[in-house]
């Protein structure tokens, strides 16, 4: 009962990830009140948003952009001795984390938009430290916002072209802006940590300590009226992130019905934006509202939810993470990346070499020619392997990997399926016929190796926008 609380509480419309991007253009600029006074006026008011010094891909003009949407939740600001401080603080003090992100990619010429939820559990390396480290994806954020914008493509292998933040502390602000959210609850809800306390089912306009206490709640407990019993949510940190996903659904659910042509309300919320949302150097007024313009005047057909293949993983430490499931992921990704769902990249490769021609200091060179032409670059064999051709080993259903690491050799090689080995991660062993990598590959036989197992040609998990099973949501229960 409890796995299901965890995602009912809301109104079923759009889902959240259209709405804190629908929420940024409302907010920054209220579309920066472009139809209420006037484009000089909506550069004047984007004009104050906060422009973040990060480097980022650009885009061909025209060409589908990739924007990393973040939500921070900074302790630097906090009061301590505030009355909310304990909901922000959580016993910890300064720093700063990501408790939500998002990916969307907006396609301009299609008005295609695909949503892409990132875990802040996530189990990564982070770029420039130990590669035998990993860490959170959400702890890549307390390292700067380069960082953070490096490590989401470095794990997920797909370009960021444009940067958005948004001060979760900031959402308090526009609570009271839009004089609270409506949240449907089922049943009652308690967190004695974070204050949360919901008598019992029906809908609450939670004011902005309440909306904290809720979107802060890590100990949440619902009532059974079956048994009588409190049961305690054990969706942990997924389960506090959809709660923040649910409550910025409702709170921009809220603000969009609102009469925003009342200039004060309009230019109190364009206010809130101003002061919480940061963007980067690029991104322009009109990107601002292209963005906004796709989200709004999308429906159904045009925007496409999709989620990572994650497991869940036990550190040595004895903390529950979560681990991407890369060949079951390359799908998803690939849509970000712009290639076909079944295609894949050398950046999701991881190639070992192994010297089976004899050749000094042939396996390492190899290996270095391969990383630079984009793979992921292994480890070199400690001992040589003679064979008699060269050779690409590849885990069952991963042909497709050793193709593409085969296609980059001048000389071809021969697939050999080996079951002791990953997906996605082949072993290449070079022999006397072997000559040297090319840095682009050969084009791929038609049909394409490896079409009767590949993981990469398994459907996506992709979901279109809507009520449907896993998306929060009552049906027929509304708020208004």
Request: glycine share 10%.
């Amino acid at each position: 009962m409890s796995d299901r609380r965890a995602a009912r509480a809301t109104k079923p419309r759009r889902t959240w990830p259209q709405r804190i991007v629908i929420g940024t253009g409302i907010l920054v600029a209220g579309t920066c009140a472009l139809t209420a006074t006037g484009l000089a006026y909506g550069a004047w008011k984007f004009g104050q948003v906060e422009h973040y010094e990060v480097e980022l891909v650009q885009a061909a003009d025209g060409a589908p952009e990739n924007f990393l949407i973040v939500g921070s939740d900074s302790r630097d600001a906090v009061d301590p001795d505030s009355a909310d401080a304990d909901i922000f603080l959580n016993g910890e003090s300064g720093g700063e984390r990501s408790d939500s992100m998002m990916v969307a990619r907006l396609d301009p010429s299609s008005r295609q938009v695909d949503l892409l939820s990132v875990p802040r559990d996530l189990w990564v390396t982070i770029p420039g430290g130990d590669p035998d480290e990993h860490h959170r994806i959400n702890e890549a954020f307390a390292g700067g916002r380069q960082q953070l914008i490096e490590t989401v493509e470095a794990n997920l292998g797909i370009p960021i072209h444009h940067y958005v933040e948004v001060d979760f502390q900031g959402f308090k602000e526009l609570v009271a802006a839009i004089d609270g959210v409506p949240t449907y609850f089922d049943t009652a809800w308690r967190d004695t940590n974070s204050g949360l306390d919901i008598k019992g089912e029906g809908c609450v306009t939670l004011n902005p300590e309440q909306a904290l206490a809720y979107a802060r709640a890590r100990h949440l407990q619902f009532y059974d009226p079956e048994t009588g019993e409190w049961d305690s949510d054990p969706t942990g940190d997924l389960g506090r992130m959809n709660r923040q996903q649910i409550l910025v659904v409702n709170a921009i659910d809220e603000a969009v019905s609102l009469q925003l042509a009342n200039p004060a309300r309009l230019n109190r919320l364009i206010n809130v934006g101003v002061d919480n949302v940061g963007v980067d150097p690029g991104f322009t007024l009109d990107d601002m509202v292209a963005l906004a313009k796709a989200f709004a005047n999308s429906n159904s057909e045009d925007v496409v939810r999709h989620s990572l293949e994650v497991e869940d993983y036990r550190t040595d430490g004895g903390a529950a993470v979560l681990t991407l499931d890369a060949a079951a992921s390359q799908p998803v990704l690939n849509v970000y990346r712009g290639l076909p769902a079944d295609a894949i990249s050398e950046s999701t490769v991881t190639v070992d070499v192994v010297n089976g021609s004899g050749v000094d200091g042939q396996a390492q060179a190899v290996l270095d020619a391969l990383g630079a032409s984009g793979f992921v670059a292994g480890e070199v064999g400690g001992d040589t392997m003679a064979v008699p051709a060269t050779e690409v080993h590849y885990a069952p259903g991963s042909e497709r990997a050793a193709d593409l690491v085969a296609r980059h050799l001048t000389a071809g090689a021969t697939l050999v399926e080996d079951d002791g080995l990953d997906p996605f991660q082949v072993t290449l062993i070079t022999g006397p016929d072997f000559t040297t990598v090319q840095q682009a590959a050969r084009p791929p036989a038609d049909p394409a190796p490896g079409t009767g197992g590949d993981p990469s040609s398994t459907s996506t998990t992709s979901t279109t926008i809507g009520h449907a099973a896993g998306d929060p949501g009552v049906d027929g229960i509304d708020c208004e």
